[in-house]
Structure formats: C-alpha cells, structure tokens
C-alpha cells in the first residue's frame, strides 16, 4: 500500500527523534549533537527551520505544497502541524519554532556524545546582505564558541534571540558547498510567516540580492555563510567567503557572466557570438553553459531535440553548400563533385542535424527554439542552438524594461518562441535590481550589476608599446584565427599612483571575428605583431571588479574614487591562421578532415583489427569517429604531446562512453580506452605491438628531421602490422589559396617554396610535395620491411596537382624472427596516463580514471 506524503511526513519526524539518530551519519544528526550538547532550557531542542533544509523534509513537503519551492516558511507550518499530531513523542516549543522528544535519552547516547572529539573556537567570515539596496553588502567575522551551535552565532549576529528564529536557504552557488542564505523569522513573519500575500506586498522588508542569489522569497537582512554539517565528517564543516564570493554569485546569474568564470576572465572575455567549432572554442561549451543558467535560475534542464535530416533536402551551415567565386576553383569544384567517399562507395546516405530547444519552469514552457539552419555534426548543432538561446537571455537580461514588441520581436528574429508572462514572473527580480541600479547611479550610487557596454579610451590606437619586435613583421589576422596573449589588467586612480592588480594570465587564447574578448582588446590585436605590448584603459565597473578581484582591502576605496579606471596591458604572443579544415570547406565536401578520418575508418572495420593506436591524437576526431560505428576493435590508445588537446579529446570520449551520455554509441567490442601524453618520436613499450596505427596530419607539424625520425621509430619499434600516414599535399596548395598564396605587400614566408603558396597551418614546419612525401614512405617500408601503397582524398586520381592529402598505407610483411619480443627490451614508459576508462562486466557500463 502506497504511503501518502503527509505519513511519510510524520514518519520520518518520528524517526529523527528516535534513540538511534543522533549518532548516525546523516548531515541532520549534527544539529542533534549540537542541541544535546547545549546547557539551560534549549538543551535537546532542534530549530525546525534548521531541519526542514537540512533534511529530507522539506522535499516531502514540497510533493504535496509546490509553493514550498518560493516560501520556505510553509514547510515549516507543515512540519508544526505534523509535530502536534505526534504530541504523545514529540515536544514542541511555545513561543518558538523549535522541536524535541518527550522520551530523555538513553545516558548511553549522551556518553557517547561526550566523546566525539573537541570543537575548537571558530572566527569565521560571512557575508552580510542587508535588506535595503541602498546599504552596501559587507564582509563580517562569525564567532562560533567550541561549545556552542552555530545556528546560535548567526542568531546573535543577526540580532535574534535563538536560533529557531533563523531561516535557512537552499544551498547557493556550487550544490558540493554548505553556502546558504539565513535570515529573520521573527516578528510578524514569524507569527504570520504563512501568508505569503501579505509578505509579497511588504517591499520595505523584502530582500531582493538576497532573493536573486537564492531563488527564495527572503526578508529582513541576510546573512550568507558557508557552515553546516556534512556527509564527509561529523565535525562541523566551515569555509571563509569574501565580498569576491558574493560578487562571483551575483554574475554567474548571467550567460556571459558564467562564460566569463569558466575562462577565469572575468574583465577580458565576452560570451562569444558564433560557434564556430569545438576547437576554435575556449572556456565551457554553449551546452554546459545554458544547462549551468537553468540550474542558477531554478529552471527545469533544457529539452533537446535533435532532428536528423537527409543532406540533400535542408541547406546546411557548412562546407557543403559554399560556392566557390574564383576562377582557379573551378577545377577544385569538379574534382569535389568526383571525390569518392566511404558513404558515396556505400551508396550510404549523408545526413545533417539541427537541434531544437525548450525550456521549462516545473511544466511551465518558458522558451521554444527551433533553428532552419542545419549542421553536418550533431554537436556542433547542439552548441549552435544552446548558444543562440544563451545569447537572447543574455541581451533580454541586459535590457529587462524592453518594450513587449521588442522582446517579442527580438525572439521572433531568432526563431524563438517565449511565454512573456513566465518569463517575466521568473526574472522580475532581476528587473528590480536592475532598475534600481539605475537610479542609484543617476543619484551617485554604484551599480549592484553592470552588464551594459562601456565607453572605452584606447590609449594608445596604433602606437603600440613596442617591448620586442618581430622583425617588424605584421600577422594578417583573419576571422578564424586563434591568438594567444598575455594580459594584466589593473585598477588605477589616477593622480594617487595607486594601482592594483585584479586579473592576469600568461597563456589566454581567443578566436578572432566572434566577440569572444572586449572589443577594443580584439581591435589593438588586430594591429599587432606578435611580441608587441599594447596598452588601453577602461571605464570601471564596481560588481565587475568586486567579482575579479582578490581579498585586497584597497579596493573599495579605489572604486570610491571618481578618478579610477581599469588599466589592460597585453602582449601578443602567437597566431595560428584558420584551421585547414575550415579553409578547405569551400573547396570539398565532405571537408578534408572528415574525408581522412572516413578513409582510416574504412580500412579499420575491413582489417579485424582489435587495438587500434592514433599517433598525434588532437583532440581526438579519430577516436570520436569509430565510436559512431561498430567495429572488431576491443582497445583504443591516443597519444598527444598537448594537454589542452588530451583534456578536450577526454571530455569528448567521456561524454560518450559514459553511461549517463545522452548519445547511444555502437561501442559493443569495446572494452578499453587510453590517453597518454608524451612524445611519438621517443620509444615507450606502450606504445608498441597495436594491429593498427594511425597518424594523420601530424608528421607536417615536426621538423623535417624530426618525421624521418618518427617514421623509423614506428616501424622499428612500435611495430603496428597497419599504419596510416597522411599529409598535405602541398602541390594542391595553388588551388586551394586560389592561385594567390602570397600577398604583395608581404614579406615572403622563411618556410615558404619558391611556388609563392603559404602552408596551410601557421604550425606546419613543412609541406612535402607528391614526390618528397613517395621518397620518404618508401625509403622507409623499404628499409624496415613493410609494403606501401598511396593514395589519398580530395581530389581524383590521376588528375593533377593530386589529391589534396596523400596519404601512405605501410603493412608489415610476414612474420619476422623475434617479432612477439616487440617493444621488449626497452621497458621505458615516458609517456603518462592523462585519461582512462575501462568497460565493466556490466554492459553499458564503465569505470573512468583520470590523472
């Protein structure tokens, strides 16, 4: 027979007061260690408001009052009612929101009490928000007694007599933290708590910060701590926060405030506008931001839809429909239409994705998106739409008096359908904050949120501060391009030579031509050579600045000032031109990248082979390709010299491998996946005795010296029976740069040959043409006994200049004398295990390590 909430309700107090439950494990017992290790007339006694968070009745509550979920307070009159049905086991206080047994303890339970182990005195920095939001928040010590209740210590600082008049928030901000909220319930809240019309009306009381950062209606000022007892420990848990933790909360609220905490740029980054691809991309993906925004905003987690449509019937975002405008891509434009795929061979249609989004508060639809572009990947579609999703919440946010017609239209313009009515009702707090920011600075106030633009000065437009040239060489910086710069941006007031320093990297990447930076640091970047330092100041932004900056007390009286501004130094440090892939879209179809990896999967699912190792993983396109397909292969190994590189491939396969991924992938023979990192030109025994090795596009990124070396060690060494080998082939170079390779008014390329064509990569240290690439494959399968055949994509054989990639298929010949002794002899490992998993005897399921 089904227990109705209201008897697992009372079943479950019942339950807390039994004789067993103060020494258990559970986060609620400690609050019933504290009330029996109290003196005078409060001993044994438990704040319900304490109990109906910390434990699991307040989520009882809300199964059968939804209204729980905004008024805390009506769990309490819940569990009030619940206690006074059990009044023959259960004690409750006149006068105060507290609760106790009738039945005395056992005195062996309050021996046992006796011996947990001493709690030491505690000062312990909090967070005061008062109630006005004209008074500022600010950083207070809470002292906590050794042999007192904490619950008492934040009663006394918030001027109440006892803890059963403090209320407890949900936890705010990471859900592994004990950060809450706890303010009054005292007076006529606390007398009347339940009516929450009442309490609606009484603006004067209600506090708003404190309500945005919880998601709970709040009164009165409010004290946010990060206290309270745990699953990890009996002992009291507890963590300082600082006035930089409020500030953090308050701008994680915002889409482009979560994307800025990701990248740890909080003064630098700007959401960016496009998703480009997942590896121009830095900082968390559009996808894992949005479900971040809904779960800070108490949202349902976003529905997606993914549509899956033949490649013939929708015009996709991509390479495929791109057409070619010069004259010498003619010939590149008959030789796509030629070129000859696994699924073209398969007659296997092609597909596209599009994926669609809504978003719910509890069965409430608050937003409905549907894109009419399409994309030739499925992810690529889902960080499409979550990032078009993200960026209409981000500018509504911005602008939260925008005219009805103009929300609607700007909705409209996306393909987005809202429900203005749940929107609104969900962020009219954030209304209100923003509103009253506004006036506050019309009065001389600081803003609580600055998320609008503000006018910078550049200091200095073209005279960049020069500290090292690059031999006067300027970097042409196109759309696409990746570049890395060091920064220090600092907080100056002007004419006291004060300056202190709030935020700093000497590694920050950033795609040009999507916004993902300040738009006057992109602009300066644009002009630069690499090694140039450049320098430009900026209006100052007081929660901005409070969000990035350290526990620096100078601060506050800096942003006092009204000389202050915020000062960026920078220095480029490197570019890498447009990956190839994207600059051979407009030329193939599939795009090259897509064609490699299509032309190694097809040898693959035709050798049997069951270990398949990818020298030169990346990011690990390779490996994230033969998981969308069934094949003989029982272990799979990637090695990469790049960590970013080894940390996005193991996101990706971790995504996919895990049980909870929501992407079915054919991995029935799997039963092992490995990441290294380490060198592929230096023996490791690791490395050695796979069925099939891989090697695509990697030898060009070495120097020469370096890819004779790489050759002989795979086929003397690590010894694959299979190995695949691709390169650009740079005779195709012409067609692809459009017969322009070198501009005019440029410096020829130091590693450029005499045709005038650039490479394809920034990165390349060479480009081999058909002849240098035959001379060095067959150099090679001759002296380490293997046999080679060539071939290659994009393109059709026998047509010149070749096919854009060539590509060498080595496969060792018989079986050689010693050959199971390979790589034994040489027990070295160099390489280091960055990403692991392993398939349990559990179908479906796996284990995952990571270093």
């Not at 209600?206 to 007892?229: E, P, W």
């Not at 239209?409 to 996306?414: D, I, K």
């Not at 910078?456 to 031999?471: A, F, H, L, R």
């Not at 031109?577 to 193939?588: I, N, S, T, W």
Request: glycine share 6%.
């Amino acid at each position: 027979m089904e227990i109705s909430p209201w008897d697992d309700l009372t079943s479950r107090i019942l339950y807390l007061f039994t004789d067993e439950f103060p020494i258990g494990t559970h986060p609620t017992c400690g609050h019933f260690r504290a009330a029996l290790r109290r003196n005078g007339d409060f001993f044994g006694f438990i704040p319900i408001p304490a109990i109906a968070v910390c434990d699991k009745l307040g989520n009882i509550c809300k199964s059968f009052d939804p209204l729980v979920e905004k008024n805390p307070c009506l769990a309490i009159s819940h569990i009030l009612k619940a206690a006074a049905s059990l009044s023959e086991s259960i004690l409750t206080y006149e006068g105060g929101l507290w609760l106790r047994r009738q039945k005395p303890y056992p005195p062996e339970v309050l021996d046992s009490l006796k011996n947990c182990s001493p709690v030491k005195n505690i000062g312990l920095r909090v967070i005061y928000i008062p109630c006005s939001i004209k008074d500022a928040v600010e950083a207070r010590t809470l002292n906590i007694a050794s042999d007192g209740y904490y619950l008492d210590a934040i009663a006394l600082e918030l001027g109440l007599p006892d803890a059963s008049e403090v209320l407890v928030s949900r936890i705010i901000g990471k859900s592994s933290s004990e950060t809450r909220l706890y303010f009054s319930a005292s007076g006529n809240l606390m007398l009347d708590c339940f009516n929450a019309a009442k309490q609606a009306t009484d603006n004067c009381h209600f506090n708003h910060r404190a309500t945005f950062l919880s998601g709970q209606d709040i009164y009165g000022g409010a004290l946010m701590a990060s206290v309270g007892y745990t699953w990890r420990s009996a002992d009291l848990f507890h963590e300082d926060l600082t006035l930089q933790t409020y500030y953090r909360m308050i701008t994680s609220k915002t889409p482009s405030g979560i994307y800025k905490l990701s990248r740890e740029a909080t003064l630098t980054a700007e959401l960016p506008v496009t998703f480009t691809s997942r590896v121009n991309w830095r900082g968390s993906l559009p996808k894992e931001l949005l479900f971040t925004f809904c779960r800070q905003h108490r949202l349902s987690e976003p529905v997606l839809s993914i549509e899956t449509l033949p490649e013939t019937s929708s015009k996709s975002q991509g390479s495929c429909e791109k057409m070619e405008d010069m004259g010498a891509a003619a010939n590149s434009k008959s030789n796509r239409n030629d070129v000859s795929s696994c699924d073209e061979k398969s007659n296997k249609l092609k597909y596209c994705f599009r994926c669609g989004i809504k978003i719910f508060k509890q069965e409430n639809l608050i937003l409905e998106y549907m894109p009419k572009g399409t994309h030739k990947k499925q992810q690529d579609a889902v960080h499409s739409s979550s990032l078009t999703v993200l960026l209409w919440f981000n500018n509504s946010l911005k602008e939260p008096e925008m005219p009805l017609k103009s929300l609607l239209s700007s909705a409209a313009a996306l393909q987005i359908n809202i429900d203005v009515q749940s929107f609104q009702k969900e962020f009219a707090t954030y209304q209100f904050l923003h509103n009253k920011r506004d006036s506050d600075k019309a009065e001389g106030g600081t803003a609580l949120l600055s998320n609008g633009k503000t006018k910078s000065v550049i200091t200095q437009p073209n005279e960049v501060c020069s500290s090292k040239m690059d031999d006067g060489t300027g970097v042409l910086l196109s759309n696409g391009s990746v570049v890395c710069i060091s920064y220090a941006v600092s907080l100056v007031e002007e004419g006291e030579h004060v300056k202190e320093l709030l935020e700093s990297s000497l590694n920050f990447e950033f795609e040009i031509g999507v916004g993902a930076v300040l738009p006057d640091l992109e602009v300066l970047v644009t002009q630069m050579s690499v090694n140039q330092s450049a320098r430009f100041h900026m209006e100052s932004l007081r929660d901005i600045i409070l969000a990035a900056a350290g526990d620096s007390s100078k601060i506050p009286s800096i942003l006092s000032s009204e000389s202050c501004h915020l000062e960026y130094d920078f220095t480029l440090l490197k570019v890498t031109e447009p990956l190839e892939d994207r600059m051979e879209q407009a030329f193939f179809s599939p795009p090259l990248s897509k064609q490699r990896v299509e032309f190694a999967v097809s040898y693959i699912r035709r050798s049997s082979a069951t270990t398949l190792i990818d020298f030169g993983c990346g990011s690990g396109s390779l490996l994230d390709s033969l998981l969308d397909y069934h094949t003989s292969l029982e272990k799979v190994v990637g090695v990469d010299i790049s960590q970013k590189s080894l940390a996005r491939a193991a996101k990706m396969l971790h995504s996919k491998l895990s049980r909870d991924s929501d992407v079915a992938v054919p991995i029935s023979n799997l039963r092992s996946a490995i990441l290294y990192e380490g060198s592929i030109i230096e023996c490791d025994s690791q490395l050695c005795g796979f069925d099939i090795g891989t090697c695509l596009e990697v030898i060009e990124h070495m120097e020469e010296d370096e890819a004779f070396k790489f050759g002989d060690v795979v086929l003397s060494y690590f010894r694959p029976k299979l190995l695949i080998v691709s390169t650009p082939n740079y005779e195709y170079n012409v067609i692809l740069q459009g017969g322009n390779g070198q501009k005019q008014d440029e410096d020829p390329d130091e590693n450029s040959h005499s045709q005038g064509c650039r490479f394809r990569n920034h990165d390349h240290k060479f480009e081999w043409n058909r002849d240098q690439f035959n001379s060095w494959a067959s150099e090679l399968a001759r002296k380490h006994k293997y046999s080679v055949e060539f071939g290659g994509v994009g393109g059709t054989e026998g047509v010149e200049p070749g096919f854009a990639s060539q590509i060498a298929v080595f496969r060792r010949m018989g079986v050689l004398q010693g050959e199971s002794d390979i790589g034994v002899g040489m027990d070295v490992h160099h390489c280091q295990t960055v990403w692991e998993w392993n398939r349990s005897s559990s179908v479906g399921d796996g284990a995952v390590s990571s270093a």
